[in-house]
C-alpha cells in the first residue's frame, strides 16, 4: 500500500503527527511520503501562510484569538462554495497528478487546508483515493466541516457530537486519539534525563515550553522565576524556532534559567521536570499526557488552543493559569505535591487506556479460507480498524464496564479464567475497573 500523508507548515505540530503516522504505516509495510499540502497551492502561497501564521502568533495572539472565534461563530467558513474553501479547492487538480503519477491507494490529512483540497478533489474525480483526516486539536475547528472524509479520526470519544453539529457523517468518526511519535510513548527516567541533558541532578526543575514557533512572554516571565526561586531549584525556557526570543532571554544573564534553541530532545526536558509550563497546543499537550508530566497550561494564543486547555483540565490531565500570571503559578503549583500528583494520576489513565486498546487489537483475528486457522498480522488488524465496527467496538467496551469485563473474559484462556476465580476468592479486592464516560463540566479519571 502507498500513502500519501498531507501536512502543512504553520508550525512544528502537524510535522510532528504526520512523521508519526508514517513510522506507524512504515512498520505496517506501508510505502509512506509526506508532503506540503499548501504547496499544492503555490510555493509562494506555502511562505507566505506559513511567514505570517508565524508572524501573528508571536507578535499578534489576541488579534489571531478574535480572528479565531470570529471564524468560529460564523458557519459560512463551512461552506463549499465560501471563498476560503474555493481558494484552497485551487491547489486540487495538482494533487491529483500527483496522486495519479505516485500511485498511492490512501491520503493521510494532517491539517484542514489539505484536507478541503481532497474534498474538492473527492467531488471531481470518482476514482479519488481513500481520505483520512486527523484533527490534531481537541474541538472541531473553523472548516473542518466543509470536509467531507471518508474517516475522522478525532482525539476523543466525547467530540463525536461536536464534529457532527458542524457536518461531519457520524459514520466516518474514529475516535482513536492524536498520533504521538515513538520517543513520548513511554515514561522515562527523570535521572537518566538529567544526566544526558548535563543539567543538575539535585533541585527542582521547571520547564517553560512556548511551541515550535516560539511565543509568549517568556523573558519576563524567566526573569520573575530567577528571582524569587530557591536556592537550588532551576529552570528552562525551550524557544523553539524563535531565535530573537533565545537572544533576548541570554542578554538577560538570568542565573537560574537557560534558554535553549530548537531541540531534538523535548521528550528528555519533559522527563527531567518537576513542572511542564505550557501552551495548550493540541499536540505538544498530548505529547506531555502521554509523557506523565506535571502540567500547568498557559493559554498564551487562544484560538484553538483555548479548547485544548478547557478539554485537559476539565478531565484533571493539567492545571491552568492567566498567561500574565505564569511564574507565580508555576511556583505555587512546584509546591503542590498533591495537586501534582493527582494530575499525574489522572494522566495515567491515557496509559490505560491504550493498554486497553492493545489488548482489544491483540484478541482479532480473522479465519483463514479453509477455516483451519486463526490469521493475525498487521494488514488484519489494519483492515479491522478502518471499520466503523472498531469505532463502535471500542467505544462500547470504554463506556461500559460489563460489557468489557464479559468481553475481556470470553478472550482469557480456561486456565487463566479458573486461576482468577481463585484468586478472587482469596483475595477479593476490586478489580481493573473501566471508567465510564465523563460528564460535562467535572473531572473523569
Known amino acids: 500500500m502507498r500513502v500519501l500523508i498531507l501536512t502543512c507548515n504553520t508550525g512544528g505540530g502537524h510535522n510532528a503527527v504526520a512523521a508519526a503516522l508514517r513510522d506507524s504505516l512504515q512498520r505496517c509495510g506501508a510505502s509512506c511520503d509526506v508532503m506540503d499540502g499548501l504547496g499544492f497551492i503555490s510555493k509562494k502561497a506555502s511562505k507566505f501562510v506559513s511567514k505570517w501564521h508565524t508572524r501573528f502568533y508571536r507578535r499578534y495572539p489576541r488579534l489571531y484569538k478574535a480572528g479565531y472565534m470570529s471564524a468560529e461563530g460564523d458557519k459560512e467558513m463551512d461552506r463549499r462554495d465560501g471563498p476560503v474553501y474555493r481558494y484552497i479547492a485551487r491547489g486540487a487538480r495538482r494533487l491529483g497528478r500527483t496522486l495519479q503519477s505516485g500511485g498511492y491507494d490512501a491520503v493521510v490529512c494532517v491539517h484542514v487546508i489539505p484536507a478541503m483540497m481532497m474534498t474538492a478533489l473527492k467531488q471531481a474525480w470518482s476514482a479519488c483515493p481513500v481520505f483520512c483526516f486527523v484533527a490534531t486539536d481537541y474541538t472541531c475547528s473553523p472548516t473542518v466541516g466543509a470536509c467531507t472524509p471518508d474517516i475522522c479520526v478525532i482525539p476523543h470519544q466525547e467530540l463525536a457530537d461536536e464534529f457532527v453539529s458542524c457536518g461531519i457523517a457520524r459514520d466516518t468518526l474514529l475516535p482513536a486519539g492524536i498520533p504521538v511519535r515513538s520517543a513520548f510513548r513511554q515514561r522515562g527516567d527523570r535521572a537518566a534525563a538529567r544526566k544526558a541533558l548535563g543539567l543538575p541532578e539535585t533541585g527542582r526543575h521547571i520547564v517553560l515550553m512556548s511551541g515550535s514557533i516560539g511565543c509568549g512572554p517568556m523573558g519576563d516571565v524567566a526573569e520573575d522565576l530567577d528571582m524569587r526561586m530557591a536556592d537550588g531549584d532551576f529552570a528552562t525556557v525551550l524557544c523553539g524556532s524563535n531565535k530573537q526570543m533565545r537572544y533576548a532571554l541570554e542578554l538577560r544573564r538570568l542565573y537560574r534559567v537557560e534558554a535553549v534553541g530548537f531541540t531534538t530532545q523535548v521528550q528528555l ?19 506531555a499526557g502521554t509523557r506523565g508530566v506535571p502540567l500547568l497550561l498557559a493559554d498564551m494564543v487562544g484560538g484553538c488552543e483555548t479548547r485544548n486547555e478547557a478539554f485537559f483540565t476539565a478531565h484533571g490531565w493539567a492545571a491552568s493559569c492567566p498567561p500574565d500570571n505564569m511564574a507565580a503559578s508555576a511556583l505555587a503549583f512546584l509546591e503542590d505535591e498533591q495537586q501534582r500528583q493527582a494530575i499525574t494520576a489522572a ?20 479465519l483463514s479460507p479453509d477455516g483451519r486457522k486463526f490469521v493475525k498480522n498487521e494488514a488484519v488488524l489494519a483492515d479491522f480498524m478502518a471499520t466503523q465496527a472498531y469505532s463502535d467496538l471500542y467505544y462500547k467496551l470504554a463506556s461500559n464496564a460489563e460489557e468489557a469485563a464479559a468481553f475481556f473474559e470470553a478472550i482469557l484462556p480456561e486456565d487463566m479464567k479458573e486461576e482468577a476465580k481463585k484468586a478472587d476468592k482469596q483475595n477479593p479486592q476490586p478489580g481493573l475497573m473501566v471508567l465510564e464516560g465523563p460528564k460535562k463540566g467535572t473531572d473523569e479519571q
Not at 526536558?269 to 505529547?287: C, F, H, Q, R, W
Not at 491515557?350 to 491483540?362: N, S, T, V
Open 347 to 366: 494522566q495515567s489513565q491515557l496509559e490505560l487506556a491504550k493498554l486497553f486498546k492493545q489488548i482489544l487489537c491483540k484478541s482479532y483475528g480473522v
Open 269 to 287: 526536558y519533559m522527563d527531567s521536570a518537576d513542572v511542564l509550563v505550557s501552551k495548550p497546543g493540541g499536540i505538544s499537550i498530548t505529547e
